[in-house]
């Protein structure tokens, strides 16, 4: 008898916590660290690096310190598939296949990782990956870019446990051929994030990058392996810098009146309309 009255007093001890927190419902409970820390979305999609010891440049290796605009941001307002770095299922890199960007020839990455800093709490940290415009060729058509140039960006994800918007941050911009050493084209920042723009809202024509200015919309649908995804495009001022102070390539892009950056982001929120017989299910 002693033995069981023991047993459970401790199990009464053990249970103690629960029991206080069950009776009272304004105590606030901290978290395990084993729990699985969801998104924190603010109503702009994303945080602002800046205000949390981030910036909008990268840091190219070899530069001395130089680097390029994270100029498109995929909003944490996406839906959630779409926010998930993966092909199938309808997410992240199916998406851009649609819009007409897929993996690096023959999954090969030439040169050192460029850095960035989104001031979510992970510090600097490498590119995710870098995506190349496919020439209409999803298997091979980055070879094509790679040679002959084109539209390409990397990109990092905003998740660390300062900020986790889940928004995907992107260096877009049109590059050189490979025998000008992939310098930057001129206009080029500007002209890649508006490209991208252009065919992820299925614009007829590309978009006149000198029309662009603070809240400029696009909107438009496109589909890939059976998924149909609808943007909307929205442009901020404010968030990057339209300064050459600090950016790579700069002779190149800039000049004749033409700034290399316009300072303005492009935020993408993406939604899926359709999807195949089978993911549906």
Same mark, same amino acid.
């Given at each position: 008898m002693a033995t069981s009255t023991t047993s459970s007093l401790f199990v009464l001890l053990l249970c103690a916590p629960a029991l206080s927190f069950a009776l009272d419902p304004h105590q606030v409970r901290t978290p395990s660290p084993l729990w699985r820390r969801g998104r924190s979305v603010p109503a702009a999609g994303f945080y602002n690096p800046h205000d949390s010891g981030g910036t909008m440049?990268?840091?190219?290796?070899?530069?001395?310190?130089?680097g390029e605009p994270l100029n498109v941001i995929v909003s944490g307002n996406s839906d959630e598939a779409v926010l998930a770095d993966v092909e199938d299922n309808g997410g992240f890199r199916n998406y851009f296949l649609a819009?007409?960007?897929a993996s690096e020839c023959l999954g090969q990455h030439a040169g050192d990782a460029q850095t960035a800093n989104?001031?979510?709490?992970?510090?600097?940290k490498n590119e995710t990956a870098e995506l190349?415009?496919?020439?209409?060729?999803?298997?091979?058509?980055?070879c094509q870019e790679t040679i002959k140039g084109g539209n390409h960006f990397r990109y990092w994800i905003q998740d660390g446990p300062n900020a986790n918007s889940g928004a995907f941050f992107l260096a877009t911009s049109y590059e050189l051929p490979i025998q000008r050493g992939h310098?930057? /084209?001129?206009? =080029?920042?500007?002209?890649?994030?508006?490209?991208? $723009?252009g065919n992820a809202t299925a614009q007829s024509s590309l978009i006149p990058t000198g029309n662009v200015t603070n809240g400029t919309t696009y909107s438009g649908s496109i589909s890939y392996g059976g998924y149909t995804y609808h943007t909307d495009a929205l442009y901020l001022s404010g968030i990057a810098s339209n300064?050459?102070?600090?950016?790579?390539?700069?002779?190149?892009?800039?000049g004749d009146g033409v700034? /290399?950056?316009? =300072?303005?982001?492009?935020?993408?929120?993406?939604? $899926?309309?359709?999807?195949?017989?089978?993911?549906?299910?």
């Open positions: 440049l990268t840091v190219a290796p070899n530069t001395g310190g130089l819009v007409g960007f989104l001031g979510d709490g992970h510090g600097t190349r415009w496919d020439y209409g060729d999803p298997s091979l058509g980055t310098d930057i /084209a001129f206009n =080029g920042y500007n002209f890649g994030r508006d490209w991208l $723009v300064s050459t102070t600090g950016l790579n390539h700069a002779s190149s892009v800039g700034e /290399a950056v316009d =300072g303005a982001v492009a935020v993408l929120t993406i939604k $899926v309309t359709a999807k195949p017989t089978a993911a549906a299910a």
